[in-house]
């Protein structure tokens, strides 16, 4: 719940900020209308392209902490300034370097040739067909590169302290450097300490962590961003009230998981699960606010600057909203869908699908799939465990037809494997065959799939092949006794 509030409704009120009243439509119609109508064709052409869809992830990924250093860059400003200190065009240089650094550590780090650097990304793009694609940048270069990072961030946050020293007590400044040191807490430690610190003495920023890690930073900056919107809100709006902005901005950053995936799902069958669907969304939607926010938050903007730099109400006339009401009825109705998709989803896999797996209790199973699939997220990785417990029971016909619905959902090497397994127990040795080499096409690596293949390849006569395929699934898990006893079979003359 606390994400869905933190980071929903942070991507919705930048929405309601936009899009709720004419004026500001018709001010920021360059944004509300051409740049939301590119970033959601790119989000669209995505799912159906999937080398599109990694560059658009690689994008996200890479934009993800410059969105929140500028946060942390602007609301800093803010601070510092209402409680007095005197910020010169040189002192804003430093201040905006002492911010821009530590995301230059993070990606310096993130987009380095060793895939290691994957772990600072926010999410995991594993068992999607899409990938994460880094620049690549050499050792030789990114070593360096970080270390003279590092010492170019000491430098200005020395210059950013002399500069402010003496210009107000530490008790004002205060609020300001908590968001120097947000900065450095998000973006440099984590790259600092991979540096320098063993990775089992990392704790909140060992590898392991990484993703979870900067989950909360995440829920950190929605948190941020709230406080600051609803304050700009209740001034710019007389009369609203926080509970009830941040309810609708909830409904509206939301809304984009609840008609849209009902449409989408059934269309991507065959080609896209429903975690890349649901990768892509998160993407869309984030891209969509990124680009939003560094137009309409600008200091220089008159309105902006007189509620937040000075705290005082806006003196002009009342904002009246206007348009096509069943267009917000129909947003509001699909967030609605959205928030109760994003609590039954998950509860569904947890309640229904593993505790099913966990008591073999087929039925509890069956029902949450049906359910999953109401809410569009049928998932292939689901149905394949259904199919493995099906065919645990005997149920040949119905764990087929489970594997195919995986296979329909999306092609992988877990229900082809099974499916050859299936093939192979009824005596079907081509069938089998056939169905190995579809997984092993999918994921050449696979150990059961290579170890099922050469098994099948044995029995078909077809030592060569079989002992080509038995040694490469040894290499892989050469703990695998079972795997050691087939090659062994296959090695006899």
Not at 97 to 107: G, H, K, Q, T
Not at 218 to 223: E, F, K, L, P
Not at 285 to 302: C, E, M, P, Q, Y
Not at 382 to 409: H, I, K, M, P
Request: proline share 4%; aromatic share 10%; hydrophobic share 50%.
């Amino acid at each position: 719940m606390i994400l869905l509030v933190c980071m929903n409704a942070h991507l919705g009120a930048t929405m309601v900020r936009i899009y709720e009243n004419a004026e500001d439509r018709r001010h920021y119609a360059f944004f509300a209308i051409y740049v939301s109508l590119t970033v959601a064709a790119v989000g669209l052409a995505s799912l159906f392209l999937p080398h599109v869809g990694s560059i658009f992830l690689t994008f996200y990924l890479s934009l993800v902490p410059w969105h929140f250093t500028g946060q942390n860059y602007g609301v800093a400003l803010i601070l510092l300034r209402r409680h007095g200190v005197e910020i010169d065009p040189a002192l804003k240089r430093y201040i905006y370097a002492a911010f821009s650094l530590p995301f230059a550590l993070w990606i310096l780090a993130l987009h380095g040739a060793r895939p290691a650097g994957v772990e600072f990304a926010l999410v995991d793009t594993v068992g999607t067909q899409f990938k994460f694609m880094p620049i690549g940048i050499p050792g030789s270069i990114q070593g360096p590169a970080i270390i003279a990072a590092i010492l170019a961030y000491l430098w200005v946050l020395g210059e950013c302290f002399l500069r402010i020293r003496g210009q107000v007590s530490f008790r004002e400044v205060f609020p300001g450097a908590v968001l120097f040191f947000s900065q450095a807490l998000w973006f440099a430690v984590p790259v600092v300490a991979r540096i320098f610190i063993a990775p089992e003495r990392m704790g909140p920023f060992s590898p392991g962590s990484a993703s979870f890690t900067f989950l909360w930073v995440a829920v950190m900056h929605g948190i941020q961003y709230l406080w600051i919107t609803s304050y700009y809100i209740k001034r710019e709006r007389p009369g609203t009230k926080a509970p009830q902005f941040i309810a609708k901005a909830m409904l509206m950053g939301t809304a984009i998981y609840g008609i849209p995936v009902l449409v989408l799902a059934p269309l991507l069958t065959g080609r896209v699960s429903f975690g890349g669907l649901e990768l892509i969304l998160v993407a869309t939607i984030s891209v969509h606010h990124f680009l939003i926010d560094g137009a309409i938050w600008k200091l220089r903007n008159t309105r902006v600057a007189t509620i937040l730099l000075r705290g005082a109400k806006e003196n002009g006339p009342a904002v009246t909203t206007s348009g096509r009401h069943w267009v917000k009825a129909l947003v509001l109705a699909s967030g609605v869908l959205g928030i109760a998709f994003t609590l039954l989803g998950p509860a569904e896999r947890r309640y229904g699908v593993e505790h099913g797996l966990e008591d073999g209790n087929l039925e509890r199973i069956q029902a949450a799939t049906k359910r999953l699939r109401w809410m569009g997220r049928d998932d292939s990785g689901v149905r394949a465990q259904l199919g493995y417990l099906l065919a645990q029971q005997s149920d040949t016909e119905g764990a087929l037809r489970e594997f195919e619905r995986s296979n329909a959902l999306e092609p992988n090497a877990l229900a082809w494997t099974n499916i050859g397994a299936l093939h192979e127990r009824k005596g079907k040795i081509g069938a089998a065959l056939s169905a190995y080499d579809t997984a092993l096409a999918l994921e050449p690596d696979n150990i059961d799939a290579l170890h099922y293949a050469g098994r099948a390849s044995l029995k078909a006569g077809r030592r060569d092949t079989a002992r080509k395929h038995l040694e490469r699934a040894v290499s892989l898990a050469p703990d695998r006794g079972d795997i050691r006893t087939t090659l062994a079979g296959a090695s006899e003359s």
